[in-house]
Structures are given as structure tokens and as C-alpha cells.
T-cell receptor
Framework: GESVGLHLPTLSVQEGDNSIINCAYS??????FIWYKQESGKGPQFIID?????DKRQGQRVTVLLNKTVKHLSLQIAATQPGDSAVYFC???????????FGKGTSLLVTP | SAVISQKPSRDICQRGTSLTIQCQVD?????MFWYRQQPGQSLTLIAT?????????ESGFVIDKFPISRPNLTFSTLTVSNMSPEDSSIYLC????????????FGPGTRLTVL
């Protein structure tokens, strides 16, 4: 079936550097994408979303880029901080519209 | 965004027993979902909880094993029935206001261990 996947299972960055987390999706009909952050022992926390009619969206220290040609999504975190250490999931809405299909997750570790 | 709470936050249960997990939202929401997150893995949708009607289950999940109730627009329960160690997971409730591109917000999760 259609799937969403991540290129790298773990990412280690130094505090202050920029982080880039990548995600590939296979369903060309997907029109909504979300990034979630999950800290240990907590539920996923919404970070930022993007609709398929956009290529880029910025939030506070985060930017999501969408390349529909190659079906690729990325999350950029500027000036990464220790509090950014978590697992990051990309997700897309399914063909049926409401439920989300989640990628495998990338563990981000920020070192001092 | 809605504030979502789940009870219990964690539990340790014996195989063969059942556990009911509650999800409470502080405002009325259109859509409520239940997900499972097995240890070290991603989230898998169990079902969509429909208000006033039977839940819609995903492939691999059945009502006898995971009965769901949704009596109103702010509350839902998920029961994990006749538990086995393979049911040890985090169970997560999520909500949205209804459109396909409406943001889904998640509760804190219920960490279940089955011995």
C-alpha cells in the first residue's frame, strides 16, 4: 500500500547547528502533511503542517519544505537546542481524508 | 488547540484481562481517533470513533478485540480485550475538527504493559 518513510532513523547535531529531517512519501494523491515531535513518555506534539498547494512554510525556528515532483518532505530546525531532542514523525492524510499515515520516525539528539 | 486527557496514564495488566482507556477533550470535536504505538515504533491507526454509531476499524483491528465507544463529542473509550503481551503498547487518542486538512492533536497516551 501507500507509505510514508524516513531516510534516516537517527540524527545527531551539535547545539546551535541547523537540523534537517527528511521524509519520503509514495502517495501522489496526498494533499496534507504534518510534522510531529514526540518526547519520551509523551504524545506527539504538532509542529507544523503544509498543504500540497504550497512548497514551503515557516514557523518559529522551523521550516517545512515540500517537493511534490520527487514526493519529498523535509523539516528544518534552525539553531537546534537541547529541548529539540525528540523523535520526529512526518504524517500524511490518507486517501479517505481524515486519518493520518505516519512515517517511521527520526530520533534527533542534540549534543552540547 | 484542544486539551486532551487520557486515563489511565499507564497500567500493568495480566494476560486474559481487559482494560478500558478513556479520552476526554475540553471542547467538542468532530473527529476522534485511536492509535497504537508499539515500543520504539511509529503510530498505527486502530479506528475512527464515530459519535452515535459504530467505530470504523482499520485492517487488522476488530471490534471484538478493541471495542470503542463515543457517547458524545468530547469523550471516547477504547477497550483492549483479552490482553496478551503483544498488546503492550502506547495507546493514543487524537482529535480534529473534521476537515481532511484540519490538524490532529494527540493526547498524552496510555502506556500498557501486559504480563
Amino acid at each position: 500500500g501507500e507509505s510514508v518513510g524516513l531516510h534516516l532513523p537517527t540524527l545527531s547535531v551539535q547545539e546551535g547547528d541547523n537540523s534537517i529531517i527528511n521524509c519520503a512519501y509514495s502517495n501522489s494523491a496526498s494533499d496534507y502533511f504534518i510534522w510531529y515531535k514526540q518526547e519520551s513518555g509523551k504524545g506527539p506534539q504538532f509542529i507544523i503542517d503544509i498543504r500540497s498547494n504550497m512548497d514551503k512554510r515557516q514557523g518559529q525556528r522551523v521550516t517545512v519544505l515540500l517537493n511534490k515532483t520527487v514526493k519529498h518532505l523535509s523539516l528544518q530546525i534552525a539553531a537546534t537546542q537541547p529541548g529539540d531532542s525528540a523523535v520526529y514523525f512526518c504524517a500524511e492524510n490518507r486517501d479517505s481524508g481524515y486519518a493520518l499515515n505516519f512515517g517511521k520516525g527520526t530520533s534527533l539528539l542534540v549534543t552540547p | 488547540s484542544a486539551v486532551i486527557s487520557q486515563k489511565p496514564s499507564r497500567d500493568i495488566c495480566q494476560r486474559g484481562t481487559s482494560l478500558t482507556i478513556q479520552c476526554q477533550v475540553d471542547s467538542q470535536v468532530t473527529m476522534m481517533f485511536w492509535y497504537r504505538q508499539q515500543p520504539g515504533q511509529s503510530l498505527t491507526l486502530i479506528a475512527t470513533a464515530n459519535q452515535g454509531s459504530e467505530a470504523t476499524y482499520e485492517s487488522g483491528f476488530v471490534i471484538d478485540k478493541f471495542p470503542i465507544s463515543r457517547p458524545n463529542l468530547t469523550f471516547s473509550t477504547l477497550t483492549v480485550s483479552n490482553m496478551s503481551p503483544e498488546d503492550s503498547s502506547i495507546y493514543l487518542c487524537s482529535v480534529s475538527q473534521g476537515g481532511p486538512t484540519d490538524t490532529q492533536y494527540f493526547g498524552p497516551g496510555t502506556r500498557l504493559t501486559v504480563l
